[in-house]
């Protein structure tokens, strides 16, 4: 039997074939995802379709509508409180005015519809209690919407319906990926003291590659300046990652192919032939 070729970098693997993209919720973690995608573009790994829920959604839908990662970064580190910060009686501190007008600028299209690359956003239904995803209309209200953190903003209706963060029910925004996708997921892992257990657990499934930056510094509407350390720190370690073998890299693999989390990274020993099957994962300190 001939020798079994080593394993490749997570850079060869994403450039053997087309792949898509999934980014998960994460507060303000918008920082680190642009940080991120500011890499992939530098390598020119860029992604045939894009999924994701509340920060990931932002990032990955200005993306796709043709906003570069690096003009992003621009705007983001000039963000200021004020510029979404519009207390106004409702269910939620915020109105929302002023983060739709700041989307509004920032979109180079207004609709789903000529995107560079297939668009999926995942809100939380209110009334159905369960994850929607969008893939078709206006851009704007659908970015609003995967955004509205229950609480902080006011829900954003679409469809007569209301709708708040996608992150409620789709932490990891993959509810709107397509099983048969090639995925690399840029997965930011949760300290909510609200979240349970199992919803801050890193999803597995077939063909998807998961990299996890830990303890990337805290970013909130009060936090802003600490945006551009997530920022510069995803970004250092996303550089690293695409050096990693994945055979090194990958440290779990799951006894079956749903999308469930895991506690732990070394939960279940390592098993080259379920990681074939299974996904892997790079995980690196911030």
């Known amino acids: 039997m001939p020798a079994r070729a080593s394993a490749p ?13 999934a980014m998960s919720s994460g507060f303000f973690g918008f920082f680190a995802h642009c940080g991120f995608l500011t890499v992939l573009e530098d390598e020119g790994l860029l992604p045939r379709r894009v999924t994701g829920s509340s920060a990931g959604a932002l990032v990955g839908a200005l993306w796709a509508a043709g906003l570069d990662a690096s003009v992003l970064e621009d705007e983001l580190r000039r963000l200021r409180r004020a510029d979404f910060w519009d207390p106004f009686p409702g269910v939620g501190l915020l109105r929302g005015r002023l983060f739709r007008k700041k989307i509004e600028s920032l979109l180079p299209r207004p609709a789903f519809a000529g995107c560079r690359a297939t668009l999926a956003v995942s809100v939380f239904d209110v009334l159905a209690r369960r994850t929607l995803v969008l ?11 995967t955004c509205a ?13 209301p709708m708040v963060d996608g ?32 919803s801050m657990g890193i999803p597995t499934r077939p063909g998807m590659v998961t990299l996890a930056i830990d303890d990337l510094p805290r970013v909130g509407p009060f936090q802003l300046e600490q945006g551009p350390r997530a920022f510069e720190a995803a970004r250092r370690a996303t550089r690293l990652a695409l050096d990693r073998s994945l055979a090194r890299a990958s440290t779990h693999a799951t006894a079956d192919a749903r999308d469930r989390p895991h ?23 911030a």
Do not use: C, K, Q, Y
Request: hydrophobic share 40%; aromatic share 6%.
């Open 263 to 285: 506690d732990h990274p070394h939960d279940h020993p390592h098993d080259r032939a379920n990681e074939a099957a299974h996904g892997e994962l790079v995980r690196l300190g």
């Open 9 to 21: 970098t997570l850079r060869e693997h994403l450039r053997e074939a087309p792949f898509s993209l």
């Open 135 to 145: 893939t078709h209309g206006a851009l704007a209200p659908a970015i609003h919407a």
């Open 149 to 161: 953190v229950p609480a902080l903003f006011h829900p954003v209706f679409i469809g007569g319906r």
């Open 167 to 198: 992150g409620v029910a789709d932490r990891p925004g993959l509810v709107g990926m397509p099983r048969e996708e090639r995925v690399l997921f840029h997965h930011l892992t949760s300290r909510s003291p609200w979240r349970t257990e199992a």
